[in-house]
Each structure stands twice: as C-alpha cells, then as structure tokens.
C-alpha cells in the first residue's frame, strides 16, 4: 500500500483541552475512511493538523511525503478539504469562485470551471454565491476542493445540506475519485450512509482513536450478537423451536416471528440447524450489527473503567 498520510503518536492540547492524544494511524492511496467520534471527538483537529493550519503539540505527520507544518506549496497543492461550515464571497458568482481559487492553486482556469457540472452547479455558474442555496453552496465547497485532481480529499461533514439525490451524486463522484486513487478522510455524523461506502471506520473518543478498520473488522473485533429473524409457520403460542436451545437468546415478535441474537460462532450452525430441521421458514432476514451499534459499543468500551 502506498502511503498518503502517516499519523504518528500525534498529540494536540488547547491550553488544559487535549483535542487529540497519542492517535496513530496511516492513510493509503485510494482509501475512503471515515473519521466519526462525537462532537468534540477531534476529528476537525485532526484534518487541520494533515492541512498544516495548526501544529501538533507532540508527534509527526508526513502527508504525501511532507511535513504540513512546514507550509510546503508542493504538498498543499494536492490536498483538497471542504470544511465544515464553507463561506464564499457572496458577490462572485460560482465561476468566478472556482477561478479564484485555481489561481491560489495555480491550476488550469478551465478545468475548475468544468468542475461546477461535476457537482450539478453548471446551470448556476454565472449566479451570485449570495443567491444559492445551502446545498448549492456546499457543492460549490466540493467543486472547490476537487480543483487540481487532489491526491488527498480531507472533507468534513460534506453532506450538509444535501437532499438524498444529491448525496448519492456526490458519493458517486467522490468514489470514483477514490477508484482512481485519491486517498478520501470523511467526517460525518450520518452513520448510515456512510455504512456501505467506507471501506475503513476510525472512531475517535475525546481526542483518542478507540478503533480502526473495515466494518468487517469492527465487527469481529466488538463481537455483538447477529440479529436473525425468522418467519414460522406452525409454531404454537409460546413455544420453543427444537432447533433452538433455549440458553440462545431470543424473543417471539408476534404468533409466527421469531428474533434470534446469534454470537458471531452460532451463527452458521444454527442457520444448519433451521433447515435440517425442515421447519417451515417463510422468511429469513439477518442482520449484522450496524455501524451506530459498533459506534456504540466501542464509545462504551473506552468509556468503561478497566
Ligand atoms: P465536531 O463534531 O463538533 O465538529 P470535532 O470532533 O471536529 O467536533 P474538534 O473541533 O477537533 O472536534 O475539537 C476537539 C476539542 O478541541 C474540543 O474540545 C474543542 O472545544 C477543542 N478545540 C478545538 N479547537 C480549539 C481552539 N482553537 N482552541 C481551544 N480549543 C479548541
């Protein structure tokens, strides 16, 4: 894996605040990961530490090779961010905006103009900022932070004020950046959209990171029960199906449903058990734990005393 981003023993402290502690991680070329923690986790802190805005109090970053922190313009150029709360000077129009900022970035005029039809702002590139709307204004805010094919997108909260067909668009044309090999950083507190789309979680608690990797990672490593929830016939009131022990979890929903919580080991055995049996299942759902109750259990586990 080539690395973009190397975090290492990063610590940040606001007066007697420690917005970050000793968080490591490493980023690689074409990852999407999304960085979620509550809020005052750390996470903007840590995208302004990558961008070089502020200075870790102990530790080193390297991204693309460089200290941030030392300012270098190589590196800053290929470094795209979307703040959080993005502000534009109401009087330019979006076109204007987009030459304004690829002057600062010494990229070509009109390749970031074209970048207002990548993000469905080409209809109103020759409309004042002042006259948009806040979904506009934060698509105008990714338009800006594509300009210059960036190796690294640093985007916070980027869904702001966005209707569902616009995320949708907007996640389309960040993974095919990803896909391409831009390395993607996404703060976001909409967990479920961001469940099927990032290839990697890093949850970060009160400055610490607590967890790190797929969701299929997280899972194994939290291990939470597998919700089954099955479709009976025939199963009268109160009864327990043979083939379930009754040690395993579970409850009756209404006459015919039965809802299992299987530990991620009983799993497959008890699915064989269902079908031996030759029961009459009607229905089959299974549900993995989500990313909001991985979110939960390891906020919990940081939170509880050892
Ligand atoms: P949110 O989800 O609300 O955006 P966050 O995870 O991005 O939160 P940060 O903005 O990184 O959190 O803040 C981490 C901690 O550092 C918070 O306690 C915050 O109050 C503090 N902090 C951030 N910037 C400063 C600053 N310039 N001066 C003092 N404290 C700061």
Redesign the pocket.
């Known amino acids: 894996m080539t690395v973009t981003v190397q975090i290492t023993d990063v610590s940040k402290r ?2 007697r ?1 420690d ?1 970050a502690s000793g968080v490591s991680f490493e980023l690689g070329q074409g990852e999407m990961v999304a960085l979620i ?10 995208m302004k530490l990558m961008l070089g805005l502020i200075h870790p109090t102990h530790g080193s970053i390297r991204v693309l090779g460089e200290d941030p922190a030392a300012g270098q313009f190589s590196a800053r150029r290929r470094l795209g961010y979307l703040p ?1 709360n993005v502000s534009f000077d109401a009087s330019l129009t979006g076109r204007e905006t987009q030459r304004f900022y690829a002057r600062l970035k010494q990229e070509p005029l009109a390749k970031a103009e074209q970048l207002l039809d990548v993000v469905g702002l080409g209809a109103a590139a020759d409309r004042r900022v002042g006259t948009y709307s806040k979904g506009m204004r934060q698509r105008l805010g990714l338009a800006q932070a594509l300009i210059g094919r960036p190796q690294l997108l640093l985007l ?2 980027p869904t702001t004020g966005l209707d569902p067909e616009l995320r949708q668009t907007f996640y389309d044309a960040i993974q095919r950046l990803a896909a391409e090999g831009t390395t993607v950083l996404l ?1 976001s ?1 909409v967990l479920t959209e961001l469940e099927e789309r990032a290839g990697r979680v890093i949850i ?1 608690n009160r ?1 610490v990171k607590v967890a790190d990797g797929s969701l299929d990672e997280l899972r194994r490593l939290a291990r939470l029960p597998t919700k089954i929830r099955l479709k009976v016939s025939g199963l009268a009131s109160g009864e327990v199906p043979s083939w379930l022990a009754a040690s395993t979890p579970h409850r009756r929903l209404n006459g015919h449903i039965v809802e299992i919580d299987a530990a991620p080991e009983q799993k497959l055995d008890l699915l064989r058990r269902v079908m031996a049996a030759g029961t009459s299942v009607e229905d089959l759902d299974v549900m993995s734990p989500s990313l909001d109750e991985l979110y939960a259990h390891f906020l919990r586990s940081a939170e509880t005393p050892r």
């Open positions: 606001y007066g605040i917005a923690g509550h809020n005052g986790a750390g996470k903007t802190t840590l959080e916070d909260e703060c507190h970060m400055g």
